[in-house]
């Protein structure tokens, strides 16, 4: 019965370490809690009973037991007065939050530990956008949380009762986000282009989505990966980047496929593979997708990216006159700002990429087909469409390396080291000179070509991630080796 921490997105832990069906119960009663003490779940504005629905959608992905978590928190949400919408199977993440927004709930609950190892299950929780909340929301759901082995602080009411009266609702959410999805893009043309088209499902939520959306026409779609499987083989974890993609890219390369789509575990992140089977970073996805709605669709508006992505968006937002903000790593800093700015695309560097008209969250789904919408309008295969991307902002290279933190006394030491540079001069990078250094959210290291380095600690992991990109292809490794060093790793 080990504290609970609600980091980046929520909460995380260890299937039957830490992630137990008790602490469940205990997350999803301070997520009540939250929700009924809000503003909104209160039921007033300015003081004044209002008529918002009390209601709440609960979902979940395809781990081990993940269908039985979420029934558990959703007996205690309908415990404490909430009207319950439990997804009636296993459920992409940005569908959860889009039917958070589309019901007029104040919230989500989503049991998923999304890219994490097997081993992990996850507690997301979203706003009544559909967005992540943030970290003064997270704080305050942390707060209510009853202490370990406090049973008469956990209110519920068994599944099979609540639904019998009403308090439980199962439904299938499906039907209406995929209405919605109709008025942002139009997928006859991708039918109709006779591509091919492998799909990787790394064994998650997303599985059989692009088939429904693309089937039925010229297009041929290919899923691999798409049963259910816990354990994620022939990947380390359902993560949309190498390792973990090169099964899928070697099934593309292998069918001379036109590309490969790739979604996580929870089918919120995008992961892109070219008509050679070779992977596109995620820092050039996001490039590829901003330099789509400002050249192809013709769309205007800001961009929100955190710290740790392109440099590529700041070089676009010049040459096509929109402002670009910078925030922290994390969602429940890229939802707020989107809302806030009215942006026009919002994303990571961990290939999650959000769109205006939508909701403030990452969806995998939508990502993908705008990518294949881009190379159907263009008439231009992946590589093709780098091509016009570089030709704009210059080629850009980036690779990341993480590091397991064995305890905290590895991360004490790092922090420490990297503390202490903040006041040191003459640091030098792969031979680059750092000109620049911004502390928001890690450690970043701007370099005299406009490259940069950042150290962080991740939000959701024990791990600390060392991120470079530059224009310096040869220099790519020494500066991640260089920033290893500088935190003692």
Not at 400 to 416: E, F, G, P, V
Request: aromatic share 8%.
């Amino acid at each position: 019965m080990s504290d609970i921490k609600f980091g980046t997105d929520g909460w995380r832990g260890r299937i039957a370490d830490d992630y137990t069906y008790a602490n469940v119960r205990r997350a999803a009663q301070a997520f009540a809690t939250f929700l009924i003490n809000s503003d909104q779940g209160s039921g007033k504005q300015n003081g004044q009973q209002t008529d918002r629905q009390t209601s709440v959608v609960v979902g979940y992905d395809k781990r081990f037991s993940a269908e039985h978590f979420a029934a558990t928190a959703a007996e205690v949400l309908a415990g404490n007065g909430l009207h319950v919408y439990l997804t009636h199977t296993a459920t992409p993440t940005p569908v959860i939050s889009f039917s958070a927004k589309n019901k007029g709930a104040l919230g989500a609950a989503n049991i998923t530990a999304s890219h994490n190892p097997p081993e992990d299950c996850g507690f997301k929780v979203r706003d009544e956008n559909g967005g992540a909340v943030d970290p003064e929301g997270l704080a305050q759901i942390e707060s209510h949380i009853p202490a370990a082995g406090d049973e008469a602080a956990i209110r519920r009411i068994p599944l099979r009762q609540a639904v019998q009266e009403g308090k439980i609702e199962i439904f299938d959410a499906k039907p209406a986000y995929l209405a919605h999805l109709a008025g942002l893009i139009d997928v006859q043309p991708i039918k109709d282009a006779g591509l091919k088209i492998v799909v990787d499902n790394m064994w998650g939520n997303g599985a059989g989505w692009l088939t429904e959306i693309l089937g039925g026409s010229k297009t041929e779609i290919i899923e691999v990966h798409a049963e259910r499987n816990p354990i994620y083989p022939e990947m380390q974890r359902p993560e949309p980047i190498p390792p973990n993609v090169d099964a899928g890219l070697a099934v593309g390369k292998r069918l001379g496929a036109d590309c490969v789509c790739i979604m996580d575990g929870d089918a919120d992140r995008c992961g892109f593979g070219d008509e050679h089977g070779e992977f596109i970073d995620q820092l050039r996805v996001f490039g590829l997708l901003a330099y789509y709605m400002l050249e192809v669709r013709g769309w205007r508006g800001p961009i929100v990216k955190t710290i740790s992505t392109t440099s590529m968006l700041d070089k676009l937002g010049k040459l096509y006159g929109v402002p670009v903000v910078n925030t922290g790593v994390g969602f429940k800093y890229v939802a707020p700002a989107m809302l806030e700015h009215n942006a026009m695309i919002g994303g990571e560097e961990s290939g999650g990429y959000a769109f205006q008209n939508h909701v403030p969250e990452r969806d995998g789904i939508l990502a993908n087909l705008y990518l294949l919408d881009f190379m159907v309008r263009t008439g231009k295969k992946p590589t093709q469409l780098l091509d016009l991307l570089f030709a704009k902002v210059g080629e850009h290279f980036y690779d990341r390396i993480d590091t397991r933190l064995t305890d905290n006394q590895m991360k004490a030491t790092a922090k420490a080291k990297l503390d202490a540079l903040r006041a040191e001069d003459g640091i030098t990078l792969g031979g680059h000179k750092v000109v620049e250094k911004v502390t928001v959210d890690g450690y970043k290291f701007v370099m005299d070509d406009g490259g940069w380095l950042l150290v962080r600690f991740s939000g959701t992991e024990p791990l600390i991630r060392v991120y470079t990109e530059s224009t310096d292809k040869a220099a790519v490794q020494a500066i991640l080796a260089d920033g290893q060093k500088l935190a003692g790793l």
